[in-house]
């Protein structure tokens, strides 16, 4: 049925990494750039979900540059993340095997930082699985390329050759960036999203990867 299976890293195929986390990666971040004493709603302001403006608005408020403060927050952000995968905090799901039986080439594409994306899937095994895979560089530039943006879904179809291809997520960013592709999506139940309400209407809303393996067979 399609060219291309995509999906999403995070929430897809490996854990989403805590909240609190990556708060305390933001709070390495300042520090790092010599902001000993940030008030905490600046700090909360970068730790998910950022724009641009919104962060070149926080970091004017120290002087720092907002390539410095975000390349310290992405770089603390990674180093956090690679321990929760180290520590077994942060864990491939056990269906991410069944993605063998796909016949179609598969791609991921992320919202969290390349290195991190490239770390999880050399720390798990699955590098050989993906033909493609992009997560964001550490600027604020890749902040508007992120999801719901298509770029990297773009960039991921060229790479593949594809010309239809169905993407995989857990938010609805996912699902709004692959609209913007022209492609399908699905919206993947995991535990994290089970009573999750939609705003946004998939092509499938799927269980787990099995349904995703089964649609892909047509």
Wanted: aromatic share 8%; with cysteine; proline share 6%.
């Amino acid at each position: 049925m399609y060219d291309a299976l995509l999906l999403d890293n995070d929430g897809v195929i490996v854990g989403r990494t805590r909240y609190d986390v990556l708060r305390e990666a933001t709070w390495s971040a300042f520090e790092s750039v010599s902001v000993d004493d940030p008030d905490p709603d600046d700090v909360e302001e970068i730790v998910v979900g950022v724009d641009p403006e919104t962060l070149t608005r926080v970091a004017d408020r120290y002087d720092v540059s907002p390539e410095d403060l975000w390349a310290a927050r992405d770089l603390h952000a990674h180093q956090r993340q690679r321990r929760e995968i180290e520590a077994g905090r942060k864990d491939v799901y056990p269906d991410v095997s069944v993605l063998r039986e796909v016949d179609a080439p598969l791609g991921i594409v992320s919202s969290n930082q390349q290195q991190t994306v490239d770390y999880a899937l050399d720390h798990f095994g699955l590098a050989d699985l993906f033909e493609t895979a992009y997560g964001r560089k550490p600027t604020p530039e890749s902040l508007r390329k992120k999801k719901p943006a298509p770029h990297y879904l773009h960039r991921a179809l060229a790479d593949l050759d594809a010309e239809t291809a169905l993407f995989v997520g857990d938010n609805e960013s996912d699902l709004e960036a692959a609209d913007n592709a022209g492609i399908d999506s699905a919206f993947i139940r995991r535990p994290h999203r089970r009573d999750f309400d939609l705003s946004v209407t998939p092509t499938y809303d799927v269980s787990d990867l099995h349904d995703l393996v089964a649609i892909c067979r047509g």
